[in-house]
């Protein structure tokens, strides 16, 4: 599927629209010689399956590097700091990383992609989505703490958290995937090898751990100091460095190992001490991402209905997922829709809220339905009648986007891609020309207006018409719009 935000990308290198920017992507980024985590003087290579990589692609191309513990099922623990203006995360959990890039391929178009779900040999997988802690703060470093939602369940069980407060005096195993030296203060190397060493919790950390020439503000807080555990990385003992942000502190308990702490902070040159975010001290965030690894609310909704020109109606159907994970639900009972004889409803339902994924015609005697009862939520009916909401001006570019894509969709030719996706492709280029090239909507509403009223029959659509400027999508179009679409086009390029 294509992002949205490449779509504003190609816009943007098309009609240099005044005030065009990156959609909120930031160019910035934190790279293995940031401040973070490592092991300095680990006492082996390897360690727990579940304690992962996390390589981050940055909006301007770049790659970053940190640590992850694998805590529920499809939902990893990390640093929040490691989450921050990303454009692309996956997770890995191979033993040979430089070989298993190699894994990650081209989509064709933006952005890489993992091998596929059902692949045995796939050392990979990709964030459906992720989020810090509600208070994250940078400045202080406080609840530094994210969750990453995979689009996949890894070849092996998560490890439990550790639900009490750790005291002062274990012996406990750090772990990660950062580096082992340190060329200057700020700065490591040899990250991408998992190692594994042992340290010895100190409690909280005082007032004293704050340091002007590395400052970390939190420490100043009492409050913040509360919810932070510190380890002695004094030599011999092991120690966190550069590139393993968010791995944990693992406490063996009656046989049993359990995720502790998620690092943050170590000191220069990744001696003396860790800073931990203690795990106690954010059971509610933790619980609630677990819930979001696929229990949580999945249920249809009703965006309004759109009127056609030959006296029809066009319900719009969207969903809401409240899961930071991608749910599957096939066609059956339950996800049926009688009135959708295209097949154009979703069975894959992205996180987050989605009004407008697709339409379902019917007149105005009739009833268009939608139930839904994906596992772990009730089973719930939405219907449209006449009386519904008719769709409104402020609704006009995402409805006609549904119109469009149901014409292509419906149009015979082989789909590239589903309603969902084409109308959040479709709609993301509308309301673009609406802010940045409004005196180019006119013709984009015409020629959207052309392409909705073709009739089905691959006779009537290009299926191999191919988008060299990046606005169309992936479907087909009908060669009887061809002059209203040149229009459009030139009214872009200024022609």
């Known amino acids: ?53 996390l390589y981050g692609v940055t909006g301007d191309g770049g790659r970053t590097y940190c640590t992850g513990s694998y805590y529920a099922p499809r939902v990893v623990v990390t640093a929040a700091h490691c989450l921050q203006n990303l454009y692309q995360l996956f997770v890995y959990y191979g033993d040979d990383l430089e070989q298993d890039l190699s894994q990650l391929t081209s989509d064709g178009f ?20 992720w989020q810090s802690h509600p208070a994250y703060d940078p400045v202080a470093n406080a609840a530094d703490l994210g969750a990453v939602f995979l689009d996949r369940k890894p070849p092996f069980d998560p490890l439990p958290l550790y639900r009490s407060r750790v005291s002062s005096g274990l012996n406990v195993t750090i772990t990660g995937w950062g580096s ?34 590395d400052p970390n503000p939190g420490m100043l807080d009492p409050a913040v100091r509360q919810t932070v555990l510190k380890t002695n990385g004094a030599s011999p003992r092991a120690n966190g460095c550069f590139g ?29 001490y860790n800073l931990w975010m203690r795990i106690d001290a954010f059971l509610p965030f933790l619980d609630l991402s677990y819930k979001r690894g696929g229990q949580d609310v999945l249920k249809p909704t009703l965006a309004c209905v759109r009127p056609n020109p030959q006296g029809s109606l066009t319900a719009i159907f969207g969903y809401q997922n409240d899961n930071g994970v991608a749910i599957s639900v096939p066609y059956g009972p339950k996800n049926a829709s009688a009135r959708d004889t295209s097949g154009l409803r979703p069975t894959r339902f992205e ?66 891609e589903e309603s969902d996706q084409c109308v959040e492709f479709c709609a993301e280029i509308g309301h673009v020309i609406e802010d940045f090239v409004p005196e180019c909507n006119d013709e984009r ?7 909705n009223a073709v009739a089905p029959g691959s006779s009537n659509w290009d299926c191999n018409f191919e988008d060299f400027i990046g606005i169309y999508g992936e479907g087909p179009q009908p060669p009887a719009c061809q002059a209203k679409q040149d229009a459009y086009t030139n009214c872009l390029l200024g022609g």
């Open 1 to 53: 599927m294509r992002s949205m935000k490449s779509a504003l990308w190609l816009l943007c290198g098309l009609v240099s629209a005044a005030g065009c920017s990156s959609a909120g992507i930031d160019e910035s980024r934190e790279s293995a010689g940031t401040q973070g985590d490592g092991i300095i003087r680990a006492t082996s290579n390897g360690g727990r399956d579940q304690v992962v990589m």
């Open 445 to 451: 509403v015409t020629w959207q207006s052309c392409v």
């Open 110 to 129: 933006i952005g890489l992609v993992p091998p596929p779900l059902n692949s045995p040999t796939s050392k990979w997988a990709q964030a459906d989505s």
């Open 244 to 272: 393993d942000s968010g791995g944990p502190i693992l406490l063996n308990q009656y046989g049993q190992t359990y995720i502790a702490g998620v690092g943050y902070w170590t000191g220069l040159s990744c001696e003396d």
């Open 351 to 416: 996180p987050g809220l989605h009004p407008f994924a697709f339409g379902v015609d019917f007149t105005p005697g009739q009833t268009a339905s939608w139930t839904f009862a994906p596992d772990n939520n009730p089973s719930l009916t939405v219907n449209a009648t006449a009386s519904s909401p008719t769709c409104t001006a402020a609704q006009s570019v995402d409805s006609g986007c549904v119109l469009q894509c149901r014409a292509q969709l419906r149009s015979g030719c082989a789909r590239a």
């Open 180 to 213: 082992n030296s340190t060329p200057t203060p700020t700065t490591g190397e040899g990250y991408g090898v998992q190692r594994s060493g042992s340290t010895l919790t100190m409690g909280n950390p005082t007032a004293a751990d704050y340091h002007s020439d």
